[in-house]
């Protein structure tokens, strides 16, 4: 019951800013664990970042501070502020959700996916 759909994706020159969001349905999104992957063709799915339950946040080292994830209850969406893109930042960035507890990030098993926009990351 529970999708996600992603909004967001596109292309920008290396050190601009894009926002990726992410709308949860079929329930509330203050009652899963929540997160973003991206993927390169040719190499494993990475985690990337992660909104827990509870509030906790928890980032990929190459991305801290550069990147924030932040959800807005009230909208039932996820959203991840990249600033400062580099062209190691370009992949299929991937909405996932899953229940507290589960513990899917940064592996690949969450309940939840998104359909997996494209970001580009021009030099």
């Known amino acids: 019951q529970v999708q996600l759909v992603e909004s967001g994706g596109g292309s920008v020159q290396a050190g601009g800013s894009l926002r990726l969001s992410c709308v949860l349905s079929?329930?509330?999104?203050?009652?899963?664990?929540m997160a973003w992957f991206r993927q390169v063709p040719g190499r494993k799915r990475e985690g990337v970042a992660a909104?827990?339950?509870?509030?906790?946040?928890t980032y990929r080292d190459s991305v801290k501070g550069p990147f924030t994830i932040s959800q807005d209850n009230a909208k039932n969406t996820l959203y991840l502020q990249m600033n400062s893109l580099m062209p190691e930042d370009a992949a299929v960035y991937y909405c996932?959700?899953?229940?507290?507890?589960?513990?899917?990030?940064?592996?690949?098993?969450?309940?939840?996916w998104g359909q997996g926009p494209q970001v580009t990351v021009s030099s």
């Open positions: 079929g329930g509330t999104i203050s009652n899963y664990s």
């Open positions: 909104f827990d339950n509870d509030g906790s946040t």
């Open positions: 996932a959700a899953d229940l507290p507890g589960a513990y899917c990030y940064p592996f690949l098993w969450c309940q939840y």
